[in-house]
């Protein structure tokens, strides 16, 4: 049972367009959202996050959008860039638990030049 | 901070061998998470510590596997015996229990059983 889904294996954008990678998830307890990356022979790394109380938060090129009743987030990066070019994984997790996570199979987002 | 240190950064081993990966995870971080990523499941966690206690092993897939914890600073994941479907990519991640706080990821070990 998938609890976080990333229905798209792999994405390609041009440099400078937006890339939107998406999220769904089922667990309606999960209150904490987070998005990863992961370059090839690396561990992910944290991108970005979002608290079901926020619809939105932004960090540079980065946006994450929160849709609750949808159960639906997404991760927008504008403008792309080929350095994005990596497997972007997003997470979920119940605050005040033992912080486990639960991620989803992952996008690999190429940016072309 | 070196962040989280795996070791071997690669393991090839021949089936019914014993594997063991360690991990030592950022200083002060009180949680310890073992992962493993492969094509067909993506990132799946295996189990995972708070303050060196084992508090879930529901994703461990079988006895072959076993982890431990010996100390705040260093954790072991043994597979006995080896399987070529054991073969994946092993991250370990560490924490604080902090709320807001995210999970580092070593560079991880590569598994390959033949």
């Known amino acids: 049972d998938q609890q976080v889904k990333q229905n798209s294996p792999s994405l390609s954008v041009q440099e400078g367009r937006i890339s939107i990678l998406n999220c769904d998830y089922t667990?309606?307890?999960?209150?904490?959202f987070l998005w990863y990356k992961k370059y090839p022979a690396e561990g992910p790394t944290f991108l970005i996050s979002?608290?079901?109380?926020?619809d939105k938060n932004e960090d540079g090129r980065f946006t994450v959008f929160l849709n609750k009743s949808a159960k639906h987030l997404s991760l927008h990066i504008v403008p792309s860039q080929p350095g994005d070019s990596a497997v972007y994984f997003c997470?979920?997790?119940?605050?005040?638990?033992?912080?486990?996570?639960?991620f989803g199979s992952g996008t690999q987002l190429t940016v072309l030049p | 901070d070196a962040g989280v240190i795996q070791s071997p950064r690669h393991e090839v081993t021949e089936m019914g061998q014993e594997v063991t990966l360690r991990c030592k995870p950022i200083?002060?971080?009180?949680?310890l998470f073992w992962y493993r990523q492969t094509m067909m499941r993506g990132l799946e966690l295996l189990i995972y510590?708070?303050?060196?206690?084992?508090?879930?092993d529901s994703g461990m897939p079988e006895d072959r596997f076993s982890a431990k914890m010996p100390n705040a600073s260093f954790s072991t994941l043994k597979i006995q015996p080896s399987e070529p479907r054991d073969s994946a990519v092993y991250f370990c991640?560490?924490?604080?229990?902090?709320?807001?706080?995210?999970?580092?990821f070593g560079p991880g070990t590569r598994l390959t059983v033949l």
């Open positions: 991640a560490s924490s604080q229990l902090r709320p807001g706080d995210t999970q580092y």
């Open positions: 667990n309606s307890m999960f209150d904490y």
């Open positions: 979002i608290s079901s109380i926020k």
């Open positions: 997470a979920a997790g119940v605050s005040g638990s033992a912080r486990q996570l639960t």
């Open positions: 200083s002060g971080h009180n949680s």
């Open positions: 510590f708070n303050n060196n206690v084992p508090i879930d």
